[in-house]
T-cell receptor
Framework: DTEVTQTPKHLVMGMTNKKSLKCEQH?????MYWYKQKAKKPPELMFV???????INESVPSRFSPECPNSSLLNLHLHALQPEDSALYLC????????????????FGQGTRLTVV | GENVEQHPSTLSVQEGDSAVIKCTYS??????FPWYKQELGKRPQLIID?????GEKKDQRIAVTLNKTAKHFSLHITETQPEDSAVYFC????????FGSGTKLNVKP
């Protein structure tokens, strides 16, 4: 299995809803990432998990809450989002590098297209 | 943090011509420089990467060059084909990487 799988593919939610995005990989990767991508813009890093521990939080608002239940799964819990949070949310993973860095190829999922109404 | 600048924002070439996309970065600690291709509505996919201990890397029609002293790196695509049309992102970093703003490449048949 050489895929990063994200569900759902599309999500429409109201500003008072609570929803979760899911990401799964079975490649033995030990680093997993959440990125946010607005139309015609580059992906912006949100969170990095390394060996199931949160290692990087790019000052993301608390209405986004990541979770890494095990080495294959990564969730992003959403609560009280704003319309400006509408975007494509990309999950990625990368293999262990043998050192403490994360400097290796990141494999991206197809993304969840989120619309907040 | 790292600041990655990418030029040009759009590039239109005739099929068979070469295309060059350039990026600069600000953090001298950055040591990993991947290039991603993203087709419309699809995921970013790595096409080539280079590390700071290497000055140039080639994979068939694609090559990347890195000048650490000047803090810039470039993507070269030779013999372009219509299927090369996409948005290309450079990235740079150490321990995490940041993307450039993207180049929309249009290869005209």
């Amino acid at each position: 299995d050489t895929e990063v799988t994200q569900t759902p593919k599309h999500l429409v939610m109201g500003m008072t809803n609570k929803k979760s995005l899911k990401c799964e990989q079975h490649m033995g990767h030990r680093a997993m990432y959440w990125y946010k991508q607005k139309a015609k813009k580059p992906p912006e890093l949100m969170f990095v998990y390394s060996y199931e521990k949160l290692s990087i939080n790019e000052s993301v608002p608390s209405r986004f809450s990541p979770e890494c239940p095990n080495s294959s799964l990564l969730n992003l819990h959403l609560h009280a989002l704003q319309p400006e949070d509408s975007a494509l949310y990309l999950c990625a993973s990368s293999p262990p590098t043998g050192d403490a860095t994360l400097n290796t190829e990141a494999f991206f999922g197809q993304g969840t297209r989120l619309t907040v109404v | 943090g790292e600041n990655v600048e990418q030029h040009p924002s759009t590039l239109s070439v005739q099929e068979g011509d070469s295309a060059v996309i350039k990026c600069t970065y600000s953090d001298s600690a950055s040591n990993y420089f991947p290039w991603y291709k993203q087709e419309l509505g699809k995921r970013p996919q790595l096409i080539i990467d280079i590390r700071s201990n290497v000055g140039e890397k080639k994979d068939q029609r694609i090559a990347v060059t890195l000048n650490k002293t000047a803090k810039h790196f470039s993507l070269h695509i030779t013999e372009t084909q219509p299927e090369d049309s996409a948005v290309y992102f450079c990235a740079a970093g150490f321990n995490k990487f940041y993307f450039g703003s993207g180049t929309k490449l249009n290869v005209k048949p």
